[in-house]
């Protein structure tokens, strides 16, 4: 195993240096018009009113909501909280950053498709710092900043780069989709109440749509901008962004890829069922098969660009499904809502932050290529 001196290590992004993009790319100072550092510097997004106002009006929204109705008795919720057991409280944190390894991954294949040899360590450190952004600033623009990131510390092209996140995307929507269904078939077998019926209908539906999509861009894509007035420049950020969607996926890597798709969404899961289980709430009945159904529904509304990690979506959906489907009383579903999203959005927060704040990624000062077999 041998690594050359210039396989990976990128010029700062402040320096005059343009690194030569690998396959003929535009060369990232003719991208850097497409995003701007400025546009995406975390500190100054929140400062906007914008982002403040995502963050707050939701939190306030869900509070009203919650005082409102007399089924949730919030003066219960300090002692169900208090009470949970801190090894299980501590197994659940676990498994949940068990994920980041698997996407870190995922991530490094995908990219090492398209040319650059990633890291599986770099790719970890820059999809949690996409993690960060995502939980602090609305409108998914973690996806964006990861592919930034990536593209100021090596020679990948911005537009290729975001459609290995794009393509990583598609693959966490099959598996939520596919793997809740699954759920939810062995969680209702008994019968399936006429509520899941529907997010049934809309999840095949939705799949259907997804391949078709794809499908219709894997073959038509540039042909249909060509037949438009639109511009040379689109014209070949579209060229690369479909070669990191389509380069980044082969027939070889793809089963390993889904298996790893597989696990990281079970971590997911598992994660709300050890939450459940700290708890102790001798009412609740939610099984395996349950918090995989209730955790992958959450997740699908992460997607909601409106707010940070789809904060106030997220949490009126998850309670919404334990009261309404499973008979969970309002003040435990509160609970392990709140439990579960202290653990996958505030503990990213906190860990995020000093991770952001010693991270050189965010400088740009360049990642180093895995070695590659002789």
């Not at 289980?277 to 909601?304: D, R």
């Not at 503990?347 to 740009?364: D, E, F, H, N, P």
Request: net charge neutral; hydrophobic share 50%.
């Amino acid at each position: 195993m041998t690594e050359s001196a210039d396989s990976g290590a990128a010029p700062p992004a402040d320096s005059g240096a343009a690194p030569p993009d690998d396959r003929g790319a535009t060369p990232p100072d003719a991208e850097d018009s497409e995003v701007r550092a400025d546009q995406l510097s975390l500190t100054r997004r929140l400062r906007q009113p914008r982002t403040i106002i995502s963050i707050v009006l939701p939190i306030v929204l869900l509070v009203l909501f919650v005082r409102s109705l007399p089924g949730f008795k919030l003066e219960e919720l300090p002692d169900k909280i208090l009470g949970a057991n801190p090894l299980l409280l501590l197994a659940a944190f676990v498994i949940f950053y068990a994920g980041f390894p698997l996407r870190g991954v995922r991530w490094a294949i995908l990219v090492q498709k398209t040319g650059f040899a990633l890291r599986v360590r770099d790719a970890i450190e820059i999809i949690f710092l996409s993690w960060l952004v995502n939980c602090l600033v609305p409108a998914k623009l973690g996806d964006v900043y990861r592919a930034y990131l990536l593209k100021i510390n090596s020679s990948v092209s911005l537009s290729r780069t975001i459609g290995t996140v794009f393509i990583e995307r598609i693959l966490d929507l099959f598996a939520i989709v596919t793997l809740g269904l699954a759920a939810g078939f062995v969680s209702f077998r008994s019968g399936l109440p006429g509520d899941v019926q529907v997010v049934f209908a809309i999840g095949i539906a939705f799949v259907l749509v997804l391949a078709g999509g794809l499908m219709t861009m894997r073959n038509f894509g540039r042909r249909i901008l060509t037949t438009l007035p639109t511009p040379h420049r689109i014209i070949e950020f579209y060229d690369r962004f479909e070669e990191g969607v389509f380069g980044s996926i082969g027939l070889r890597a793809l089963p390993r890829l889904v298996v790893i798709t597989g696990f990281i969404w079970a971590t997911e899961a598992m994660r709300l069922y050890f939450v459940v289980q700290a708890l102790g709430l001798p009412e609740v009945h939610l099984g395996i098969s349950g918090a995989f159904f209730v955790a992958l529904a959450a997740s699908l509304l992460t997607a909601v660009p409106l707010t940070p990690a789809g904060i106030g979506f997220v949490e009126t959906g998850v309670v919404g499904l334990l009261t309404v489907v499973y008979g969970v009383s309002e003040t435990d579903a509160l609970a392990i809502t709140l439990v579960d999203r202290a653990i996958s959005v505030l503990s990213i927060i906190a860990i995020g932050s000093v991770v952001y704040a010693l991270s050189s990624k965010r400088r740009g000062l360049g990642v180093q290529a895995a070695p590659t077999p002789a």
